[in-house]
């Protein structure tokens, strides 16, 4: 089974600094997807970046890319400029590729709660 | 656009109670899944279904636990009789190519 381990219960930023959160994985897959979630106390989550085990360049949106480490297993998001908005929780997702017939469900770390300080 | 929908957003019942959660999947998304979140920890697949077909359940616990999702559209999941440890949020998500998540209900069993 897949697994994921995020080994930063907490970690404080100040505001417009960078910020990196790390995230290991386990699977032998060879091809499938991982995500970081944002969750705000409304509970709901919301995608921040999602990468392509196939593609060797590592995802980048607006202020947040990541640090794909394939062979370490590896998954960081560094956010830039960091700014309040930005306090949540954050988890980092693993899934295999479509199986056919539908997405398999997310397996999750236990999240790191980011506090921005201002 | 509408979201994921979920009622209750929030439930305080009695242990030994049951009591049931509501989901409105985003129309068209074919593939629905039910999660559980415990306090401090990431949400578990509990249920996946592909229209109307539960084709993941292994993490279910059948005993307490039931779902349906009738002509594949919305979803509920029940428990009973509701634990004290059962206290949670369940989340639902909808998936056509990316995932949307609800915003979850927060269960307390006293």
């Known amino acids: 089974a897949q697994t994921v381990t995020q080994s930063q219960p907490e970690m404080s930023v100040q505001e417009a600094e960078t910020v990196t959160l790390s995230c290991t994985y386990d699977?032998?897959?060879?091809?499938?997807?991982l995500f970081w979630y944002k969750q705000p106390p409304s509970r709901q989550m919301i995608l921040v970046i999602r990468?392509?085990?196939?593609?060797?360049q590592n995802a980048t949106e607006n202020r947040f890319s990541v640090n794909f480490q394939k062979a370490a297993k590896s998954f960081s998001l560094k956010i830039s400029d960091s700014q309040l908005g930005d306090a949540a929780m954050y988890f980092c997702?693993?899934?295999?590729?479509?199986?056919?017939?539908?997405?398999?469900?997310?397996?999750f770390g236990k999240g790191t709660h980011l506090i921005i300080q201002p | 656009e509408a979201g994921v929908v979920q009622s209750p957003r929030y439930k305080i019942i009695e242990k030994k109670q049951p009591v049931a959660f509501w989901c409105n999947p985003i129309?068209?998304?074919?593939?629905l899944y039910w999660y559980l979140q415990n306090l401090g920890q990431g949400p578990e697949l509990l249920i996946r279904?592909?229209?109307?077909?539960?084709?993941?359940d292994s993490q279910l616990p059948k005993d307490r636990f039931s779902a349906e999702r009738l002509k594949g559209v919305d979803s509920t999941l029940k428990i009973q009789p509701a634990e004290l440890g059962d206290s949670a949020v369940y989340l639902c998500?909808?998936?056509?190519?990316?995932?949307?998540f609800g915003s979850g209900t927060r269960l307390t069993v006293v």
């Open positions: 998500a909808s998936s056509w190519v990316g995932y949307t």
């Open positions: 699977t032998s897959e060879s091809d499938y997807y």
């Open positions: 990468q392509e085990a196939y593609k060797q």
């Open positions: 997702a693993y899934r295999d590729t479509y199986s056919g017939g539908g997405a398999d469900g997310l397996t």
């Open positions: 129309s068209g998304h074919n593939t």
């Open positions: 279904y592909e229209n109307e077909e539960a084709v993941d």
